[in-house]
């Protein structure tokens, strides 16, 4: 089946996360209780909520997208080219539009599939999630309600590389190793994206990172179906 797939169909994707806030302090004592309930089996006696506050980011009932990056093959007589874009801000609402109109507007059609590692437990969910907290109307492809497994328009690169064990996870890092890819975690990885958001004021940083493990997600795909990786001249960011 990845044989069969047109890779000019698949929008390839990462989203980086922080929390809400940059402080626990910042939240109504409401939240505090919550987040204390929803993080004590992970923190058990190690952390207070207060500690534990810093990986907010991975949950969207307490976390925010600053950014989303796409990418997409573009193959003309000259060769295969690998376009990458983002969508990006303190404005998550605005950033969220954005990407619904590009999947609205440019991959909107059925064999138009979206592509991210580990985006069926983490990406798509998320940004669904924000999307509804944000009022944004879910675009076609993130709207899964009603529809049975083989309906749903997603690839994801960890359940390819599972090969049906379930328990199993890899980390993109760990791919990109074992795989011979460039690995995108270079600068910072996503344990940092909050320090450099709050603390650094740093998005254009974050943007980066973002995009190369896009780049990172395309080149997995492509390895997985036993093609040649992308060269740097190949992979243009407009």
Known sequence: ????????HILFL???????????SDLDDVEK????????????????PEDYYERAGI???????????????NTSTDGKRFRTTSFFGDDETKLLNEFKNLLEDHFN???????????????FPYIARRMIINGVTLPQKLNLFGKKPWEIPHIDTLDLWKF???????SLKLMTKILGIPSPKDDIDGSQVRQVYYEE???????????????AVAQILLKLRNERLLDEDEIISV
């Open 1 to 8: 089946m990845i044989q069969r797939l047109q890779l000019e």
């Open 14 to 24: 990462d989203i980086e996360t922080v929390p809400q806030h940059p402080d626990f």
């Open 33 to 48: 209780a919550l987040y204390a309930d929803k993080t004590r089996y992970l923190r058990k006696d190690e952390f207070t």
């Open 59 to 73: 949950w969207a009932e307490f976390g925010k997208i600053v950014c989303i990056s796409v990418g997409y093959f």
């Open 109 to 123: 059609r059925r064999e138009h599939l979206l592509c991210a590692h580990n985006g069926k437990e983490f990406d």
């Open 164 to 170: 049906g064990d379930y328990k199993h996870y890899t």
């Open 201 to 215: 004021n740093d998005i254009d940083r974050i943007v980066v990172y973002c995009e190369k493990d896009t780049v």
